[in-house]
């Protein structure tokens, strides 16, 4: 069974940095797109950043030039740093992956289970 797990969310001042990381348990041959999606409180859900597997990069307009998404395709891993936090990045953060290429066929749209980030003095 393919799970992906966040970790690295908590609660940090205006200013500050933090870096979320996501693992893909399980048998796992290979990942397409990985993003980072968030949810604050009352709002719709939105991409924050999106990762190919060959490096291709998409940020939304509000963390362009704070945040940096990477990944590490050997340990199937999608990494978030997040620098220069606002309160207005307080949310749930969510990993995802498009398709997870796994023995007998392919797992498409997987999605963490969040982790809390918040910003506040």
């Known amino acids: 069974q393919v799970q992906l797990v966040e970790s690295g969310g908590g609660l940090v001042q205006p200013g500050e940095s933090l870096t979320l990381s996501c693992a893909a348990s399980?048998?796992?041959?290979?990942?397409?797109?990985m993003a980072w999606y968030r949810q604050a409180p009352g709002k719709q859900r939105e991409l924050v950043a999106r990762?190919?597997?060959?490096?291709?990069?998409i940020y939304a307009d509000s963390v362009k030039g704070r945040f940096t998404i990477s990944r590490d395709n050997a340990k199937s891993t999608v990494f978030l740093l997040m620098n220069s936090l606002k309160p207005e990045d307080t949310a749930v953060y969510y990993c995802?992956?498009?398709?997870?290429?796994?023995?007998?066929?392919?797992?498409?749209?997987?999605w963490g289970q969040g982790t809390q980030v918040t910003v506040s003095s």
């Open positions: 399980g048998s796992i041959f290979s990942i397409t797109d």
């Open positions: 995802t992956a498009d398709k997870l290429w796994v023995p007998g066929g392919v797992r498409h749209d997987q």
């Open positions: 990762i190919s597997a060959g490096g291709n990069l």
